[in-house]
């Protein structure tokens, strides 16, 4: 059974940089997707950013040039790199990994999920 767990959320001032982790143990597969989603209250979880074992990135569109996703292999361990933090990015980010070489920012495709780390961005 796959295991995530996130840290590195906290209250940032708006403009503030931000990165996440995501620690993953018996992710012991070639080919996989794991990414980054994110919920605000009321409103339904969006996915943000993923990676697959390959590198291959993808972004949503309105997080393009402000979140970076990277991985470290050696250390098991998503990343997101948050920059100029809006208030709009306040929300619950987690980490997801799924089985296979497709990556998309699609909840549902994703079987494991880490607990979550919140985000708070004040203006």
């Known amino acids: 059974q796959v295991q995530l767990v996130e840290s590195g959320g906290g209250s940032v001032q708006a403009g503030g940089s931000l990165r996440l982790s995501c620690e993953a143990s018996r992710l012991t597969y070639r080919w996989y997707c794991m990414g980054w989603f994110r919920q605000a209250p009321g409103k339904e979880r969006e996915g943000v950013a993923a990676?697959?074992?390959?590198?291959?990135?993808r972004y949503a569109d309105s997080v393009k040039g402000r979140f970076t996703i990277s991985q470290d292999n050696a250390k098991n361990t998503l990343y997101l790199q948050i920059y100029s933090l809006k208030p709009e990015d306040t929300a619950t980010y987690y980490c997801?990994?799924?089985?296979?070489?497709?990556?998309?920012?699609?909840?549902?495709?994703?079987?494991?999920w880490g607990q979550g780390t919140q985000v708070t961005v004040s203006s």
């Open positions: 997801a990994a799924r089985l296979g070489a497709d990556c998309y920012l699609d909840s549902v495709a994703f079987n494991y």
């Open positions: 990676i697959n074992s390959v590198g291959t990135t």
